[in-house]
């Protein structure tokens, strides 16, 4: 294989000129959401200096999208998708910009703050589910993997970027700047999206209400495939995310450094940004399954290492295989969803997978904070690595066609 193949495969850029649009409304857009996250952090943290304020951030961000994902999924199942999604873009951006008038004011206390987020990750829910469906109808089969990458890569490159770029804003502007800045991104948002062509369900539209909803979870349940993905995702979050275990386990292993602490999460990053980066060869193979599994299984054993050694140099290195596995794994078990999934289904299955993304690491860094306080850092690292990749090798022993499955132009 030639180099050139082994680097991020760019064909949707150059194949579709719709999706190069989307990809560009959608990274300028998660750009201002990582400065948003950083200034409500701060406003609340300057209003209430209260750890458990600041917590409740992460809470109003991540309820909103389990409760209100899977019914918004058979939502986005029965309508145009397109505009589904262009009305939750209007939805974020009205939040974001009441968020901007309440920074200029100062007038709004803290729980109007938290509402304002819930609303915008209410409105996030919805239009999640409805871009699910973008990538797989606008690009062939065969590149859809490519198109998940590249969003992969450039999610990640803004999840380094926007919140150092929100640090400087609020020093430089303030803080009712930094929102408006992030409402103004979703224009270029509703840019992207707004030249797509109506994108109704194919086949069946979904069921009203509750009905829907079970219709959903049935598939879920029943496809081996998918429902494996998802397994394997949550088994790699719940098991063994690490952030929450960061800080306990500098101070005890690395002195307590603030600067090791801060390195610890930018490992994870550059390495989710150079995996995606070299993806060319990965996405081009057609194994997404294969991928996943091997992606997942590295991620546990990658963490376990860095729960037993004693050297930041091994640790930050073994935190960059890590991010790298993980991003590899990430978009594998996207690429499984979205070639796996009949269309009509589609809003109600990347509901569920959101809803995975958003609950799993929440759910993982509890666990790891509470093993780590019946015991060690290290030992809540050691112990989650080992069960992801026992569960990990379970999932794939005990699904074949996930481990064996071939992805071709003409079926899943």
């Not at 994902?69 to 939805?91: K, P």
């Not at 919140?163 to 609020?170: H, K, N, R, V």
């Not at 930041?312 to 590899?328: S, Y």
Request: net charge positive; proline share 5%.
């Amino acid at each position: 294989m030639s180099l050139a193949r082994t680097f991020l495969d760019v064909r949707p850029l150059r194949t579709s000129p719709v999706f190069r649009r989307l990809l560009i409304g959608r990274t300028i857009s998660v750009l201002g959401s990582f400065m948003t996250m950083v200034t409500v952090m701060y406003q609340v943290w300057d209003l209430t200096h209260s750890a458990v304020w600041s917590g409740a951030v992460g809470l109003a961000q991540a309820l909103p999208m389990v409760c209100v994902g899977l019914f918004a999924g058979s939502w986005v199942d029965r309508g145009d998708r397109r505009r589904i999604f262009l009305v939750a873009t209007v939805g974020q951006a009205v939040c974001v910009l009441l968020l901007a008038v309440q920074g200029f004011t100062g007038q709004v206390p803290v729980a109007g703050i938290l509402a304002l987020v819930a609303a915008g990750s209410c409105f996030g829910a919805v239009g999640g589910p409805a871009a699910g469906v973008f990538v797989p109808r606008l690009l062939p089969k065969e590149q859809v993997a490519a198109g998940l990458a590249l969003n992969h890569v450039t999610a990640q490159a803004m999840m380094l970027l926007g919140p150092a770029l929100g640090g400087l804003f609020l020093g430089w502007f303030g803080i009712g700047v930094c929102y408006l800045l992030d409402a103004l991104s979703f224009g270029l948002a509703f840019y992207g999206a707004f030249g797509l062509p109506a994108l109704p369900p194919e086949g069946e539209p979904s069921r009203a209400g509750l009905h829907g909803v079970l219709d959903g979870l049935r598939f879920l349940t029943g496809h081996r495939v998918v429902r494996g993905a998802l397994v394997t995702d949550l088994a790699a979050t719940i098991l063994s995310m690490p952030v929450s275990l960061f800080p306990l386990v500098n101070a005890e292993r690395f002195g307590d450094n603030p600067r090791t602490l801060g390195l610890f999460l930018s490992a994870v990053a550059v390495g989710g940004v150079t995996a995606t980066a070299f993806s060319g060869s990965v996405t081009r193979l057609g194994r997404p399954g294969l991928v996943m599994l091997c992606g997942a299984g590295t991620w546990g054993t990658a963490l376990a290492l860095f729960g037993l050694t004693t050297s930041p140099w091994v640790g930050l290195g073994l935190l960059v295989v890590a991010g790298a596995a993980d991003a590899l794994s990430v978009v594998s078990r996207s690429t499984i969803v979205q070639t796996r999934t009949p269309d009509a289904l589609l809003g109600r299955v990347t509901a569920a997978e959101q809803i995975v993304g958003q609950a799993g690491p929440h759910l993982g860094n509890l666990r790891g904070g509470l093993v780590a306080g019946w015991s060690s850092g290290a030992t809540a690292l050691v112990t989650g690595g080992l069960l992801c990749v026992l569960a990990v090798a379970y999932v794939g022993s005990s699904t074949p066609e996930l481990r064996e499955g071939k992805l071709t132009p003409d079926g899943p």
